[in-house]
């Protein structure tokens, strides 16, 4: 029975993954309409939507304690500012180079911050995974034609993995203070209400103009590539483990690419797929865990 549930949650987490790779299809689709505080505003308003069901079906006592604000604000700024930067970095590259930069750099990025902030020692094989992240990075981010790097879109995505290490941190110390859900659903909350006051001069109800295409991508991308998602990674990593779970991070850049190349027609990019792998050889070097020897 306990294998069955195991399996049950790991067909759950390959869906988890499925629906965030897809999500840099549907966000590339959402650029070609309408501008960015609009699209980023929806985004957040249907997310908070989607959340309520979710957090009404689980009744999940909703404790708002002073020390998770901070934690909820400062989230909250971060994700808009990684909309912001994945945004205009998937308006002028590439979907599923985006996808690959980011969900590979952003673990490398949150460990580097936590030796750096919290000062922790780094053991050998920890050094090399750096070494690999350095070399991976160095392929996908094209730094042998300098020139191309700084004109290129890659700079919206390196500063997206920075951000989304920031995000990575204070959601690991939240955790101390308010349930993974209720804290997903405060940030969207949050986030829709600061968008707004910034968007509301701009023609907000001009999705209603938007054709099916449109419609599908934005809900995906909010509901499907956001919400339920992040929802089923929570409720996973608990059943597997956050080891297991952490190790299906490496499909969504898969999925991201292959939902690019299907949809979007987007090229095979060769240094992508090279520098991407070495990158989540990278990734899985540092967050392996030293065995233990027994007698």
């Keep these: ?21 897809g999500g840099w299809t549907a966000l590339k689709i959402l650029t070609y309409n309408l501008p960015m505080d609009v699209i980023i505003f929806w985004r957040f308003f ?19 304690e002073i020390g998770s604000l ?11 500012s990684f909309m912001v930067s994945s945004f205009f970095g ?18 490398v ?14 053991h050998t094989r920890q050094y090399f995974g750096l070494l690999l992240g350095l070399i991976g990075g160095y392929i996908l981010l094209e730094l042998n034609n300098f020139s191309l790097f700084l004109n290129s879109s890659n700079l919206y995505f ?29 940030i969207a909350l949050i986030a829709t209400l600061v968008t707004f006051f910034y968007a509301k001069d701009s023609n907000l109800l001009a999705v209603f103009h938007q054709n099916t295409e449109f419609w599908a ?22 059943k597997l483990g956050s080891e297991k779970t952490s190790s299906f991070m490496f499909l969504v850049p898969l999925f991201a690419l292959m939902s690019a190349w299907l949809i979007l027609d987007e090229p095979m990019q060769l240094h992508i797929i090279i520098g991407g ?18 007698n």
């Design 217 to 238: 991508a934005l809900i995906y991308l909010a509901v499907f590539g956001q919400t339920i998602a992040t929802t089923i990674f929570f409720i996973s990593s608990g």
């Design 46 to 64: 249907l997310m908070s939507l989607a959340f309520i069901p979710i957090i009404y079906y689980f009744k999940i006592p909703f404790k708002l």
């Design 1 to 21: 029975m306990k294998n069955i549930k195991e399996q049950h949650f790991t067909y759950l987490m390959l869906l988890s993954m499925f629906f965030w790779g």
């Design 277 to 294: 792998a070495i990158s989540m050889l990278a990734v899985y070097f540092i967050n392996k865990k030293t065995s233990v020897k027994t």
């Design 70 to 80: 901070k934690y909820i604000i400062g989230s909250s700024i971060l994700n808009i």
């Design 158 to 186: 390196l500063l997206c993995a920075l951000i989304w290490a920031g995000v990575t941190l204070l959601s690991q110390h939240s955790q101390k203070h308010i349930h993974p859900i209720h804290y997903s659903f405060a």
């Design 90 to 107: 998937i308006k002028y590259g590439y979907a599923g180079a985006g996808s690959v930069i980011i969900t590979t750099f952003s673990p």
């Design 109 to 122: 990025m949150t460990f580097l911050l936590v030796a750096i902030l919290f000062r922790k020692k780094l």
